[in-house]
């Protein structure tokens, strides 16, 4: 094979590993690889390991031109220092002795560098068909692709790393599972008092999320409280924001029965905190298990008193268990760190999960201020608050491609599908549900959602009928309660793009409403599958969900006033001179929506009848 007919058998560069032997002393930190201009990373998948694998997003076509460089970063394990080696430099040349060693069409080039080994795997594509594949790609005519900005954030993001901390028995499993929707992320607690705090724990489930478990500090050791504030220096110190630390939850256990609430080992971490030694990373003070709490007062309270009422029961038995939280926790802690580490009470039982919802927010804005890019990366990997989802949607948003809508320098010469593949991409990955199937990144659902926007004639009359986003939500479970029956639409909701995203961007009144109403109809309805999707935890999204996240959201009086709403803005918009209002009119308009967890659980009797939610079924039912 000549270099010609490389080029002409459409070979398409699919991943790139390196590696080094395992009886090697070095291990892989991470790679910085190049691909012409372009930089594509990896993590390693485990601390100490020979082995890193790279999958590119997006296969990329063999060119005469192209150039691969390959920069790698260890650690030499005997003398605990960080290194970095290269560029290894790769050409279209070094490839033509690449040998078969997949099947089918699959093959890999083995390059040996010292005793670095690269490998590029590719696979052969037929000209025509890659033609083909090529021009049904989202890539855009003109060569430039827009490019969402999450894509940036998670090759140098790709995790949120978070260390947990607390005795055997505190509640860490039931925490990090329920918070992270997880179940394979389990913490030490089968073995007391053992915790490898160096371990990286990932899950299979939800693959932005990577756990460190550290045990509590008993009574008389110090030996730990040195071990954690080794590791947090060390990470605090790495050189990539994938590798740092990006917060730490302290675990503690509510002091029921009486006993000291702050052990020795806790005092001397936080004195740590306080006094700077630990950096920037944020800690969290979670105090656990409030439940048993107030089970525990519930018995002091019908003991004293067998004969009274379950209201005055409910009532009386919070109001003695904050007064006791209060007292037993919350004072002696704020005392001891003067306001410089913040706290949350928190159950992982059913009917409390506003408080996972507020401990979720909590991380998610100091982790904000701490490393914006890993804040991001903590919304995606939260499965607890709609809350963090919404705002960190706007944080990417005002980023780059929904600021300044109404005169954008990313769209001008774009068709407005190339806008709103690029909005679309950076909302959903955002929220980032289990859909294997990829339901929401389909060509069915963008078109849904294309003549979603357009649905409303006439949006300023018939304000008052209709219903609030939650109680459209509420009422669609109640109204499929029964046997299963599919999901019919409203004739406007077409599974065919409308006729307005081949438009080109322009600086008009039309592009400027259909672009903010895009934005804020997803977000929504977004948050309406969120929620329905809670009903399930352990099941992957379905087109039914999703369905019924539209349907509700169609039949609210929230849609029609959002629609006034913008036309009414767009009346004093300016698209040549003055500031550009737009993204804090759609910011305001999203916040003003957003469906906290206290009120969903005002509704829990209406969902635990939904008994046909687990069913999917056809987009066109």
Not at 6 to 30: A, D, G, H
Not at 208 to 215: E, G, M, P, R
Not at 578 to 605: A, C, F, Q, V, Y
Not at 615 to 621: N, P
Request: glycine share 6%; hydrophobic share 40%.
């Amino acid at each position: 094979m000549t270099l010609d007919d490389l080029i002409s058998s459409e070979l398409q560069i699919t991943n790139i590993r390196v590696e080094l032997p395992v009886s090697s002393n070095k291990v892989i930190q991470y790679v910085d690889i190049k691909i012409d201009t372009e930089k594509v990373g990896g993590q390693a998948l485990t601390r100490a390991s020979r082995t890193l694998a790279v999958v590119l997003d997006r296969p990329r076509v063999v060119r005469r031109s192209l150039e691969i460089e390959v920069h790698l970063c260890y650690e030499n394990i005997l003398r605990r220092r960080w290194r970095t080696d290269g560029p290894f430099s790769i050409t279209p040349q070094d490839l033509l002795s690449a040998s078969s060693q997949g099947i089918e069409n699959e093959e890999e080039w083995f390059g040996k560098f010292g005793k670095l080994t690269i490998i590029v795997g590719f696979k052969t594509t037929h000209p025509l068909e890659a033609i083909s594949q090529r021009n049904g790609s989202p890539e855009p005519a003109d060569g430039r692709r827009l490019t969402p900005t999450t894509e940036s954030i998670l090759r140098d993001c790709p995790h949120f790393r978070i260390l947990v901390m607390g005795k055997t028995g505190v509640g860490k499993s039931s925490l990090i599972n329920k918070t992270f929707g997880v179940d394979d992320a389990i913490v030490a607690h089968n073995q007391v008092g053992f915790a490898d705090i160096n371990k990286e724990i990932y899950s299979k489930v939800n693959p932005h999320f990577v756990l460190h478990d550290s045990k509590g500090f008993e009574y008389g050791d110090d030996t730990n409280v040195k071990i954690v504030r080794r590791f947090i220096e060390e990470r605090r110190d790495a050189p990539r924001i994938t590798d740092k630390l990006h917060a730490v939850w302290l675990c503690i256990d509510i002091p029921i029965g009486g006993g000291r609430f702050l052990e020795t080992g806790i005092e001397e971490f936080l004195k740590l905190k306080i006094g700077g030694k630990l950096g920037g990373v944020p800690v969290i003070a979670v105090f656990t298990k409030y439940d048993l709490l107030i089970v525990h007062e519930t018995r002091l309270l019908k003991q004293r008193d067998p004969g009274i009422s379950k209201e005055e029961v409910t009532n009386l038995v919070q109001q003695n268990a904050n007064t006791k939280l209060q007292d037993a926790c919350v004072k002696p802690f704020e005392s001891f760190v003067q306001g410089r580490v913040p706290h949350i009470t928190v159950s992982t039982e059913t009917g409390y999960e506003d408080h996972l919802s507020k401990l979720t927010h909590i991380t998610y804005l100091h982790v904000r201020d701490y490393l914006s890019d890993a804040s991001v990366v903590t919304a995606m990997a939260q499965r607890a608050s709609a809350r963090v989802k919404i705002q960190a949607s706007i944080e990417v948003g005002r980023r780059k491609y929904w600021a300044r809508l109404a005169a954008s320098v990313n769209f001008p010469g774009k068709t407005l599908q190339q806008c709103i593949d690029v909005i679309h991409a950076d909302i959903i990955a955002v929220w980032r549900f289990n859909d294997p199937q990829g339901y929401l990144s389909s060509d069915k659902f963008k078109a849904m959602m294309s003549n979603i926007i357009v649905s409303d004639k006439d949006p300023s009359t018939n304000l008052i009928a209709g219903v609030s986003l939650v109680s459209g939500i509420a009422g669609i479970v109640s109204a499929l309660s029964g046997p299963a029956v599919p999901i019919v639409l409203p004739i406007a909701t077409a599974l065919v793009l409308a006729r307005w995203v081949y438009d080109v961007y322009q600086q008009t009144a039309f592009v400027l409403r259909h672009l903010m109403t895009y934005i804020i109809d997803l977000t929504l309805i977004l948050q309406n599958i969120f929620w329905l999707q809670a009903l399930v935890p352990d099941c992957p999204l379905s087109r039914r969900i999703i369905k019924m996240g539209v349907r509700a959201y169609q039949g609210s009086t929230t849609k029609r006033i959002l629609s006034f709403k913008i036309d009414k803005h767009l009346e004093g918009v300016s698209f040549h001179v003055g500031p550009d209002t737009t993204l804090n009119t759609i910011e305001e308009l999203i916040k003003s929506n957003i469906i906290e967890t206290t009120e969903m659980l005002k509704h829990r009797e209406t969902f635990s009848h939904l008994n046909n939610v687990r069913d999917d079924e056809a987009w066109e039912s």
